[in-house]
């Protein structure tokens, strides 16, 4: 495996990123390329050998990762040393060709092959004999006898029986070998979303302090207050641009999971890669721990975190803003910060504060927006008419709820040149208090607040829907199993075609299942639902349930951000992503019921949810990558990681 580093070989002590000169100057100099040849040969079999043999493929090597870099998304990739500051003196430093090999090699999940080294590469590289004789292919090949690699790991994960097992298992590939990871994930999205994510990532995250192996990602606790930028430079990767944050406080539906939040910000940057083709190594996952309120935690033998109730209040704030600072300062203007599953007092607030001054959205409150959006404005095609003749009656007025409700009220706003306070009069929300009413006010969380209708106190959902008579009734309360058959009849009285989504994740806590949804609504509600449920056959006919998931939406609007340049997300880029992904349901689809693409299109509606995010930036004046890509679709995919491995030869 040939990389390149900058470092004089004989600092050159370990396996080296594929790090490449990226500025213009650092290519004028990596063009006329002098290798320096070693002639010792200690250390060959254990990592970085640097010899002259290499240096035609050192040359093509320089030309691929040039051509990998031009692609990278964000266009103009930071220097691996950060700012491209370097003068032209410091380019005379030689460059060395590092050489991972041997065992190291094998233990290098971003570079490892396993059995897939072919023989010249084994040679090459010093493997003969640390591998055993077969060859695998990663992928399928025509000639007998091959190896598939994809094939053997889908066999392997199909005989857990557990999903944590499975989640466990892909974690481990993860570890060992990322291309190939990314390569089983997404050939197999529709199958192994639910491992890598919800539900699975949710029992994953309440035992994760059990199934430890290997720390990933970075964590930020109160311990490291004051030196968080220490601590951010500790990461091995430089390039980063997009980092998914949590505090653990509301991990999805199955509240404060404190430190052991982790597997979110993980399991979202596995789908940026994935889904959305952001490459891996400029993804970085953070916890920050504060504590937790979290008893059984705190008690928990193998509890990972801090061991004591959540800081809250200025010393909560401090350690954010020292944060959400240094981040800046180390990563630049263009960083992508998504923060993921904060309890809702405070994920308004930070939102509304770094908005101004980062790149930052919380996928909570605006990604699930704008999935929802997508859905109700494809569901017109079943229902007929527009967004503004329905009523929305919201289980749950937290970050999901008000935070849906408010793209609803701009889209219809947009749609009928309405003020936007016109829009919210079609909106209603029910709390754990019952339904949001004027007389409430004073009482209310800010969030909730546009939300305070004129109405008379009404305490129970059934209750609600039979005053308000809403078309659509969305559940975002965290709580299962809330949509009773009575909710479900209820709304199935009142509309031929109830739209109905089940928004909280995980299973256990989506307020109702597929299969109850078309059955007490006699086969005509629309239905979707935020984690998978199968199909469903009811009276002969079968019902396939959409999944309205912010997972649609994210890694897409990263990727155009990324690509953009773009300093700010404009709630204009989450209504461009829902028409987006809204525009991509197919006839076939509606066919089926569904209100949302299969899952395994994906990198192409990535593609497209990108390239609007970042026609709707350069519009904005808020795009930096200059000039603007002609084609912004095709650009967008040429920007797409590529799990298929590389000829190390
Ligand atoms: N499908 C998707 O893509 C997404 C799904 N979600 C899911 O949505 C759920 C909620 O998340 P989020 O909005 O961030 O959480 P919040 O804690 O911000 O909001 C929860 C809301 O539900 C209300 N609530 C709780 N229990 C009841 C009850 N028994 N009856 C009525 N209302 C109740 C709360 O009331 P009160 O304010 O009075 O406490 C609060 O308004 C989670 O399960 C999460 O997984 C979230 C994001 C994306
Ligand atoms: C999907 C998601 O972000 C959540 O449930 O919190
Ligand atoms: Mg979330």
Redesign the pocket.
Known sequence: MISLSRTSFLNNAGVSELYSPVSSRQRRYAASLKVVASTSRAGDRNGTVVMESVVKETREALAAVEVEQESAVGGGVQDVYGEDTATEDQYVTPWSVSVASGYTLLRDPHHNKGLAFNDKERDAHYLRGLLPPAVASQELQTYAFSTHQVKKMMHNLRQYQLPLHKYMAMMDLQERNQKLFYKVLIDHVEELLPVVY?PTVGEACQKYGSIYMRPQGLYISLKEKGKILEVLRNWPERNIQVIVVTDGE?I???GDLGCQGMGIPVGKLALYTALGGVQPSACLPITIDVGTNNETLLNDEFYIGLRQKRATGQEYAELMHEFMSAIKQLYGEKILIQFE?F??HN?FDLLAKYGTTHLVFN???Q??AS??LAGLIASQKLVGGTLSDHKFLF?????????IAELIALEIAKQTNTPVEEARKKIW??????LIVSSRKESL?HF?KPWAHEHEPVKT?VDAINNIKPTVLI?????GR?FTKEVVEAMATINEKPIIFA????TS?SECTAAEAYTWSQGRAIFA???PFPPVEYEGKVFVPG?????YIFPGLGLGLLMSGTIRVHDEMLLAASEALASQVTPEDFKKGLLYPPFTNIRKISAHIAAKVAAKAYELGLATRLPQPKDLVKYAESCMYSPSYRSYR
Not at 429 to 434: A, F, I
Not at 475 to 479: A, K, L, N, Q
Not at 503 to 506: D, E, I
Not at 547 to 551: E, F, L, P
């Open positions: 919800t509301r999805l539906g199955l599953d309890a809702n994920a996928d909570d409150i990604g699930t999935v929802v289980l749950g007025a937290g970050e999901a709820g008000t935070g929300l029910v709390d754990s208090k019952g969380q909730k959902l559940g975002t309360s965290g709580v809330q928004l909280s994740n995980p806590q639902s935020g984690s999944q309205a998931n912010n997972a």
